[in-house]
């Protein structure tokens, strides 16, 4: 994917290249809403989304999703783990809806190699749904290495750093209303 400089010059400050531009991604968005809205049309849904960066594409997706449905939310930080190599994940407090029989949709800002959305979708199992998919809205291709399908993505994309629509840099640029690449930062 060939990124595009952004010509805002307080973003080029920032070195924050455009990557995938508002009206771009609401097609898209549009479009993973209708699919899901076939797909789901026999069911009532329930998406929960992956705190924070799930935010904006969540508000989004939802409302291009035309059938009933229902929303919960979850949040998992992952956090070194002393002297070991791995982070460790942690799943924040179980959904207060009850998804026992439900058909779940786990909707996440970016997956990258795959851990955060496992931990979740495992512990979304313990309260034993009818079913549990997965909708990113990007996916890093090249450094994921997933032990579970996701049933939609919005954007294959490389090995990049990715802020914007929800997603962030320690906590900044959730707000852009574009998803742009950090250049200034190796990952
Ligand atoms: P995982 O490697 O798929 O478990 O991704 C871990 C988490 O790191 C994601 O849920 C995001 O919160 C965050 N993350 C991964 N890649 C990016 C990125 O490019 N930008 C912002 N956050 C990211
Ligand atoms: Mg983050």
Redesign the pocket.
């Known amino acids: 994917m060939t990124t595009k400089t952004s010509t805002d010059s307080t973003l080029e400050m920032r070195k924050i290249d455009m990557l995938y531009r508002r009206d771009v991604i609401e097609s898209r968005v549009q479009e993973l809403g209708e699919q899901i809205s076939k797909d789901y049309a026999e069911t009532r849904p329930v998406l929960v989304g ?1 705190l924070k ?1 799930c935010f904006v594409f969540m508000a989004d997706l939802a409302r291009a999703i035309t059938i009933p449905l229902e929303l919960e939310f979850i949040s ?1 930080a ?1 956090y070194r783990n002393g002297a070991q190599q791995d982070d460790t ?1 942690a799943v924040g407090p179980a959904p207060m809806l009850p998804i026992k029989g439900r058909d779940i949709l786990l909707v ?10 496992e931990a979740i979708v495992s512990r979304l199992k313990i309260d034993e749904p009818n079913s549990v998919e997965v909708v990113t809205l ?1 996916h ?1 291709t090249q ?2 290495n997933l032990s579970f399908p996701l049933k939609y993505v919005g954007f294959e994309i490389e090995d ?4 914007g629509y929800g ?3 320690s906590q900044l640029y959730r707000n852009l209303n574009f998803i742009g690449h950090v250049s200034e930062f190796e ?1």
């Open positions: 992956a960066g998992a992952s994940i996440e800002g970016v997956v990258d190699s795959g851990r955060t959305a990007l890093k450094s994921s990049l750093f990715v802020v997603l962030d840099y990952k």
